[in-house]
């Protein structure tokens, strides 16, 4: 089945040290975004890719960064993670920038130690 | 600021009642308002509404969108045990570019359906 599929689903990482969350598409949808949800929060768009055109959200910390080397894979890297980062993570597509139907991954939770 | 406000906040119910979930929004250019359910996977895509007063069904759960009150409600009928999820809203806005693909989410509704 076509699908949105994140890697690990838990992630442990220390403080301070660099960490990789991969998000993967069999869907061939054109737009991929990373959305940060922490414990009894709303889902926060941190930022997407539309193609290989990459939009950042004003309010998304210098920390998280993204690549998208190619339609079915995106990364988001968090540079020096802090404690205030442990959240779920959540990879999501649409088929095209003007549809709102988002198909979602199972997420990513990571906690820093 | 744009939000979306869910409520109840949480909500325990048994088998075979229904129950009302209400999301209220104040979105800038509203475009539509989307429905999820997030058990403890993926958010899975329940319902999009944009146009006030037409009821959208998927078998026991229904939606409907009042624009004037700014406001939807999701309804469950006969709830089930595998209807415990977390119920998210969200909603959607025009951009002077179309539509846009940034939802606003809710910090979403907890039921869980006891049997």
């Known amino acids: 089945d076509a699908m949105v599929i994140q890697n690990p689903r838990y992630q442990v990482t220390q403080f301070g040290k660099p960490v990789t969350l991969s998000c993967s598409q069999t869907l061939n949808h054109n737009v991929m975004y990373w959305y940060q949800q922490k414990s009894s929060q709303a889902p926060k768009l941190l930022f997407h890719y539309y193609d290989k055109d990459f939009n950042n959200e004003a309010d998304t910390p210098d920390n998280f960064q993204s690549r998208r080397p190619n339609t079915s894979f995106c990364f988001l890297d968090i540079r020096s993670p802090g404690l205030g980062d442990a959240a779920m993570y959540l990879c999501?597509?649409?088929?095209?920038?003007?549809?709102?139907?988002?198909?979602f991954g199972s997420g990513t939770q990571l906690s820093v130690l | 600021e744009d939000k979306v406000v869910q409520s109840p906040l949480s909500l325990v119910v048994h088998e075979g009642d229904t129950v009302t979930l209400n999301c209220s929004y104040e979105?800038?250019?509203?475009?539509?308002l989307l429905w999820y359910k997030q058990e403890k996977k993926a958010p899975t895509f329940l319902f999009m509404l944009?146009?006030?007063?037409i009821e959208k069904k998927s078998g026991r759960l229904s939606s409907i969108l009042d624009k004037k009150e700014l406001s939807s409600i999701l309804n469950i009928t006969a709830t089930q045990t595998g209807d415990s999820a977390i119920y998210l809203c969200a909603g959607t806005f025009m951009n002077y570019g179309g539509a846009t693909n940034k939802l606003i989410f809710g910090t979403g509704t907890l039921l869980a359906v006891q049997p």
């Open positions: 944009t146009s006030s007063g």
């Open positions: 999501a597509t649409s088929i095209r920038a003007t549809n709102e139907k988002l198909f």
């Open positions: 979105v800038t250019n509203f475009r539509s």
